[in-house]
């Protein structure tokens, strides 16, 4: 007797040992709490929302580099400027805890996927063929048909067959017959016949099958797209050039706080060659944004003596070099395209000659010499200190022209010309 207890004892410690290992291993580390937790998809979306709160403070608190941010910074109060600096919104996209929520976003991506594609991958590699009765109860669409014994023979069975791989199987596979069963077993198209050891026959028809794995198509874009922010972000710059037609540039500028202005150089020169305005209704004098459809900038980038040309207008921006150029702002400062010219002597005798000049292009004037395009004014004032032309505004109040005048005897000369209502009255004011 005492043998046997001893032996019974030892078979019950040895199970209680058992489970005490069980228990053990299934025991979570706080490894394993965290690494569910980072592949999880409801924290991914929660990740998600918080990026998309920070975005949104980002898009409505105007960010650093940007045209309209000095004017923006001046609105604010000193203790708006003290919390807006101290967490970082106005220059959200750089920040430490931006940049960590991207990177974190990322691992639960790539942890999700790690976590998931063994489950799919099983059933890319071993489908189940056959389904229970109950399983097929629970399915989101099922129905019950009833035949004679007699009917269930396998010329009924090919019956059924061909008629689920008709209705299943795309309407583009069947027309091509042989080819289309090769395109059906590349697509996964699946369709069996099998019968299991209780008797029950089950016919397995299934299309489709790689959507199952659009996640993947989805985590790695996403990646893709984060990768590129984050890169961006890190090593990216971002500024403004401001030019008018005929300007040159080889740097651009970030305007920060406190009227700061960062330089950038840039690896070639843009020269800014002309600017049209597209209007909505253009028998309307007015060139204000809302009447302006879209805004035309045409650029040369010269780099080692080579030009290339680019056209920058809304939404279509022209990548050059590493370096993305867009239209971001516009100031109201009507300027013209082309001009007409007409050549008077003084005296009013022989007959006025009659140019077109477009922006800075040179004319030839028979008889009296050469013409070339320096400037435009369109509201034209003197400065009385400097004694140079300038625009009081950007209206077309009182147009005027400077151009470069080189006569056919080599005499050169600086002209100004104005509109014929402008001239009547510097007649009739002769201290003009």
């Not at 409801?42 to 998309?52: C, E, K, M, S, T």
């Not at 399915?139 to 010329?155: C, D, G, I, V, Y």
């Not at 395209?337 to 140019?355: F, H, M, N, P, Y």
């Not at 209502?421 to 002769?430: D, I, Q, T």
Request: charged content about 20%; aromatic content about 14%; glycine content about 6%.
């Amino acid at each position: 007797m005492s043998t046997k207890v001893d032996s019974q004892s030892q078979i019950e410690e040895k199970i209680n040992s058992e489970a005490t290992k069980v228990r053990e291993r299934k025991q979570e580390t706080p490894i394993d709490k965290l690494l569910r937790v980072l592949s999880s998809v409801r924290f991914g979306i929660i990740i998600l929302v918080v990026l998309a709160i920070f975005s949104a403070i980002g898009t409505f608190v105007v960010q650093e580099g940007t045209s309209d941010f000095p004017k923006f910074y001046d609105s604010l109060t000193p203790a708006e400027r003290s919390i807006y600096k101290t967490l970082g919104f106005m220059d959200i996209y750089h920040t430490w805890y931006f940049n960590l929520l991207l990177l974190i976003l990322s691992l639960n991506i790539i942890l999700a996927s790690i976590d998931r594609i063994p489950g799919y991958w099983r059933f890319f590699t071993s489908p189940q063929y056959t389904i229970s009765e109950n399983g097929i109860r629970y399915q989101p669409w099922s129905t019950a048909l009833k035949f004679p014994a007699s009917a269930f023979n396998r010329e009924f069975v090919d019956k059924i067959y061909a008629h689920c791989r008709r209705v299943m199987m795309p309407r583009w596979m069947q027309i091509l017959g042989p080819i289309g069963d090769i395109f059906a077993k590349i697509t996964l198209f699946r369709i069996r016949v099998t019968e299991s050891k209780d008797g029950m026959l089950t016919i397995f028809t299934e299309r489709g099958v790689w959507n199952r794995y659009a996640f993947c198509v989805v985590h790695v874009a996403l990646l893709m797209i984060l990768i590129g922010w984050f890169v961006g972000n890190k090593w990216g710059q971002k500024g403004v050039i401001q030019f008018q037609p005929g300007q040159i540039s080889e740097n651009f500028f970030a305007l920060g706080v406190d009227d700061s202005v960062k330089k950038f150089p840039l690896p070639f020169t843009i020269e800014c060659v002309d600017i049209k305005q597209d209007l909505i209704d253009s028998s309307k004098k007015d060139l204000s944004p809302q009447n302006t459809l879209d805004w035309h900038t045409t650029v040369v980038f010269k780099e080692k003596e080579q030009l290339f040309k680019g056209n920058v207008h809304l939404n279509e921006p022209v990548d050059f070099k590493g370096y993305r150029f867009f239209q971001a702002s516009f100031d109201q400062m009507n300027s013209a395209r082309s001009v007409t010219l007409l050549l008077q002597s003084k005296d009013g005798s022989g007959q006025a000659q009659e140019i077109v000049l477009k922006r800075n292009a040179t004319v030839e004037v028979p008889g009296f010499g050469t013409v070339q395009w320096k400037d435009f004014y369109p509201d034209f004032g003197m400065n009385p200190q400097t004694k140079q032309p300038f625009s009081r505004s950007g209206d077309y109040n009182n147009p005027a022209g400077e151009f470069r005048v080189l006569l056919s005897d080599g005499t050169p000369k600086t002209a100004l010309a104005f509109s014929p209502n402008f001239l009547e009255a510097m007649k009739n004011a002769p201290f003009l």
